[in-house]
């Protein structure tokens, strides 16, 4: 696959992914890296510098929130995210965009 298409393909569905993965749980950076990564069976490889600056995005908009786990003996401060009421709405609204973009690009592609 050229890298430069998947790259941008990619780019298009990291916000609704992150919702989709903080829909039932919340969630820090670390987890949802790994998460992704093991539910996409590799596609979905992030680092912390793509991940992060999503999560700030997200949380600017107001469709998920955070707060700093207490540390417990040696381990350590997590900031963790959750989806908010507003990022249960827009994931909503960005699977029902998802699933119209997919069956129009697919139709377009099988003819």
């Keep these: 696959m050229n890298p430069k298409y998947e790259k941008q393909i990619k780019k298009g569905v990291l916000e609704i992914l992150v919702l989709k993965l903080l829909e039932n749980d919340e969630k820090y950076g670390y987890q949802l890296i790994i998460e992704l990564k093991e539910k996409s069976n590799g596609m979905f490889t992030l680092k912390e510098g793509t991940l992060y600056p999503i999560l700030y995005r997200l949380e600017d908009e107001k469709l998920v929130k955070s707060r700093w786990s207490e540390p ?23 699977y029902q965009l998802w699933h119209a973009f997919e069956e129009n690009v697919t139709g377009i592609l099988e003819e």
């Design 72 to 94: 417990k003996g040696k381990e350590i401060s997590r900031k963790y995210y959750q989806i908010t009421d507003k990022g249960s709405q827009e994931l909503k609204e960005l």
